[in-house]
């Protein structure tokens, strides 16, 4: 079992808010990864880190930001939540090397009213 | 651009069968990786079996084996045996092996949803 975790699991907010999700993993990865996925859908990668201070946007345009203060730390904001953020967004991590895999927290299904 | 294309979005199996899940996929690369990576219903998304594209054995993790047809850009899984705990979204994905820059990134396919028949 990979060490990744999100929080919230679940999170219904109104229009407006400003909304940070949180990810954090154990295993001392210095990738990390956020995916945004819409129900029966497949993922799509909104931004990704290769280290501390190291932040790039991913192949789908967000409006999220998002920042790698601590290697095990990668939150993800949205300063003025939309109806058209709703969606999972998951996060994940890998070590260095060709081969490693991924390694996917449980994510944030994210509902804005 | 890679691209990854997975053509059943459905399919089911009984269970104790075998059922295959087609993945194909278009690069100009001639190194890379492919996953496959399994999401059960609200239960978080773990790798199922990886495949190098220099190596020209098929992987294989218990039940699980793949059928990489490099020229054919083919990446099937292989379930034998099935369990009700096989059902789950499972995603294809594709990854660069040119080191450095944006190439740690996986490239998925839109899924393939399998049921398992009791």
């Known amino acids: 079992e990979a060490d990744i975790y999100q929080t919230p699991r679940y999170l219904v907010i109104g229009t407006g808010k400003k909304i940070t999700l949180e990810c954090s993993q154990t295993m001392g990865h210095d990738k990390m990864y956020w995916y945004q996925q819409d129900p029966g859908m497949e993922l799509h990668l909104i931004h990704y880190?290769?280290?501390?201070?190291?932040?790039e946007k991913g192949d789908l345009s967000s409006e999220s930001t998002v920042s790698r203060i601590r290697t095990e730390h990668f939150p993800l904001t949205l300063e003025s939540a939309r109806p058209s953020h709703t969606s999972q967004y998951l996060c994940a991590s890998s070590s260095t090397g060709d081969n490693q895999p991924q390694h996917f927290g449980d994510g944030t299904r994210l509902s804005i009213l | 651009a890679q691209t990854v294309t997975q053509s059943q979005p459905e399919m089911s199996v009984q269970e104790a069968e075998t059922v295959t899940l087609s993945c194909t996929y278009d690069?100009?690369?001639?190194?890379?990786?492919l996953f496959w990576y399994k999401q059960p219903p609200s239960r978080q998304m773990i790798l199922v079996i990886r495949?190098?594209?220099?190596?020209?054995q098929n992987a294989t993790e218990n039940r699980f084996s793949v059928n990489f047809q490099k020229a054919a850009k083919s990446f099937s899984l292989k379930i034998s045996d099935s369990q009700l705990g096989d059902a789950a979204m499972y995603f294809c994905a594709y990854r660069s092996a040119i080191g450095g820059g944006s190439n740690y990134k996986l490239t998925f396919g839109k899924g393939t949803l399998l049921t398992v028949n009791p």
């Open positions: 880190s290769y280290g501390v201070n190291s932040t």
């Open positions: 495949q190098e594209a220099y190596k020209q």
């Open positions: 690069t100009s690369e001639s190194d890379y990786y």
